[in-house]
């Protein structure tokens, strides 16, 4: 569903179909604020539910770079030492204050700071889409016809947060919308709990040790000294 029928959806659990108490840039604000919310639910069950590709364009001599903009955190940051690499070289990450003491050499790396990466050694060449972000993001709904990148169930969980938080500012009964928040959410490992649901990853308890091994001295303290 849109950011349009999500606002006229928040309008009926507020019971005002027409604005009174909240303008629409008021409701537009607070179901934004309940996709963060819920987007953050939905990392605790698979961090990686949404990843982004970004590029930025590498100059010779250089370290320093702005990571992408509405980024939670990045999952891979890759490099193009040349214009004629046709892929981009996986880094590892290591802390700053190894990071700058590497000036020479082919194991290049890359550490944060703030808003920035620094990459080192510095790139040689200067090299368009040199720098390879795989992010996790942030989302925000700017148009009406904006469409939140999650399942559609939680979109009515969105519709339900921004509820309890506009409730929160009045003297009003939000049990209803707690209640079904709380239901949405408890569903997202159906949603987002499996990579794969034709190849399902099926837990097996290791048993071996509770069947009753005889194998070693008794101690006083119930314990076994293991000859096996």
């Not at 950011?3 to 179909?17: A, D, F, H, Q, V």
Request: hydrophobic share 35%; aromatic share 8%.
């Amino acid at each position: 569903m849109n950011r349009l029928t999500m606002r006229t959806l928040l309008r009926r659990r507020l019971l005002e179909p027409t604005a009174d108490q909240w303008d629409d840039s008021t409701l537009n604000s607070l179901l934004n604020l309940g996709i963060a919310l819920v987007r953050k639910q939905i990392r605790k069950v698979d961090p990686e539910f949404d990843i982004r590709w970004e590029y930025r364009d590498t100059v010779a001599g250089t370290s320093w770079y702005e990571k992408p903009s509405g980024t939670r955190g990045s999952v891979e940051i890759g490099l193009k030492g040349a214009a004629s690499d046709s892929d981009w070289t996986a880094l590892r990450r290591t802390a700053y204050h190894i990071a700058r003491s590497i000036e020479t050499g082919s194991d290049t790396v890359y550490c944060h700071r703030g808003a920035y990466i620094g990459i080192f050694p510095a790139p040689t060449a200067s090299v368009t889409d040199g720098i390879q972000f795989l992010h996790a993001p942030t989302e925000t709904l700017a148009d009406d016809t904006d469409v939140p990148r999650i399942e559609e169930s939680l979109q009515y969980a969105v519709v339900c947060w921004a509820a309890l938080l506009a409730k929160g500012e009045a003297p009003e009964d939000d049990s209803k919308d707690a209640k079904e928040l709380a239901r949405l959410l408890g569903d997202i490992p159906a949603d987002y709990g499996t990579l794969d649901l034709s190849q399902p990853v099926l837990l097996q308890a290791d048993v071996a040790d509770a069947r009753g091994r005889t194998l070693g001295v008794r101690r006083a303290n119930d314990l076994y000294e293991r000859s096996w």
